[in-house]
């Protein structure tokens, strides 16, 4: 079941939902763990991006292009969104706005986004967020390694069992 603040893993059952993918700024590696897992279940996948994605051919597969913008591709994912999908993003706000509508958010890096870790969450990035506006360089993110990668791929297949069962 969902219940407000965030699915409950749990608990969940969720046979029709959707995976949607922040794909903008996706990296291509994930794209690929996601489309191999999306293929092997039987799964809906949902690229939304300003730009155009290369995705296999299938008719599990789309691409929904959005104009270019800030949050353009945020906003078009939580009005598309439905009880039960799976968003896979880096963007904490999107994140938090997905879990708020009790959806399930993944973060890039294997990160399973729920109501406990979003308020820890929004406060570093509005604190780094002030900090580059003061003209403090951050430095942003360390790349993607293959620890990460590893980490995303058995969390999206935990939550995916999840869904699927």
């Known amino acids: ?6 699915a409950d893993l749990k608990n969940l059952a ?6 949607w993918v922040d794909a903008d700024a996706c990296p291509v590696a994930l794209k690929e763990i996601l489309f191999r897992a999306a293929k092997r279940l039987n799964i809906n996948t949902i690229l939304v991006a300003n730009a155009q ?7 599990l597969f789309s691409m929904l292009l959005v104009p270019s913008g800030a949050d353009k591709a945020d906003k078009k994912i939580l009005e598309m969104l439905s009880a ?25 890096r294997g990160e399973l986004f729920d109501e406990n870790s979003m ?9 780094m ?7 403090v360089e951050t430095g942003g993110p360390q790349p993607l390694n293959n620890k990460d990668i590893q980490a995303f791929a058995n969390q999206l297949d935990r939550i995916l069992t999840k869904l699927t069962k």
Do not use: H, W, Y
Request: charged share 25%; glycine share 12%; net charge neutral.
């Open 1 to 6: 079941m969902v219940r407000s603040g965030g």
């Open 14 to 19: 969720c046979p029709d939902f959707k995976v």
């Open 53 to 59: 994605q290369r995705i296999p051919s299938s008719d």
């Open 84 to 108: 039960g999908d799976l968003v896979v993003t880096a963007d904490i706000p999107l994140a938090a706005a997905v879990v708020e509508k009790g959806c399930i958010a993944l973060g890039t």
């Open 119 to 127: 308020g820890e969450r929004l406060a570093i990035r509005n604190m």
């Open 129 to 135: 967020d002030q900090a580059r506006a003061a003209g």
